[in-house]
């Protein structure tokens, strides 16, 4: 069983008890995250694609560790112009375990569908 998930403008592919790398989110060591954006889902037996289906799909994830990379140099240089700039990049990570891919029976209600109507408000 695996998912395809999009975080950060990227995709990973996880099944439960990997652990990856991902652009930082903002959330605090020791806690639990669920990620909604689900691209592919598969189970061994069926592959769901469709946006419909795959909105009854989420990946839980506990965050193990925030940090960030190594750090990498930017250099420009423009020959005979004495043109020349170093800087340097360190880009914050967040360290995920993949706990769960739970696949629900149906897709949860919009919020428009919860809020009564305002028709139904005044009688």
């Known amino acids: 069983m695996y998912a395809v998930i999009r975080t950060g403008s990227k995709q990973y592919r996880v099944a439960p008890g990997d652990v990856i790398t991902v652009e930082k989110l903002d959330v605090e ?15 061994g037996e069926k592959v769901m694609v469709s946006p419909r ?3 009854r799909v989420r990946v839980s994830a506990k965050v193990v560790a925030q940090g960030r990379s ?15 700039r170093k800087k340097g990049h360190r880009q914050e990570l ?8 739970i696949v629900r029976k149906s ?5 428009a569908e919860k809020a009564p109507s305002p028709a139904a ?3």
């Open 70 to 84: 190594k750090k990498l140099i930017v250099y420009k240089y423009k020959p005979k112009k004495g043109y020349a």
């Open 107 to 111: 897709a949860p209600r919009k919020a």
């Open 53 to 55: 289906e795959l909105a």
């Open 29 to 43: 060591e020791g806690k639990k995250h669920n990620f909604e954006d689900v691209v592919l889902y598969n189970d």
């Open 121 to 123: 408000e005044s009688a």
């Open 94 to 101: 967040t360290r995920l375990e993949i706990e769960d891919i």
